[in-house]
């Protein structure tokens, strides 16, 4: 039987923690940056965690 393939749209944007939490990173923070404030943007460079009912398929994605 042959491998599974990690599907690559998702392994470029999810990442799974030590204790198995998926994380994201977020939207807004690529360009146009001038016209945010320092604040928006030093909040917009912290992952966050992605919803709990997305998990699964996204966890079914990455191959974990």
Do not use: C, W
Not at 18 to 23: A, N, S, W
């Amino acid at each position: 039987m042959p491998k599974n393939k990690t599907h690559s749209g998702a392994k470029k944007r999810f990442r799974v923690t030590g204790k198995g939490k998926v994380m994201r990173e977020q939207t807004n923070a690529r360009h146009y940056l001038e016209h945010k404030s320092s604040r928006r943007t030093r909040r917009l460079a912290m992952d966050q965690t992605v919803s709990q009912a997305d998990v699964k398929n996204i966890k079914k994605l990455l191959g974990k």
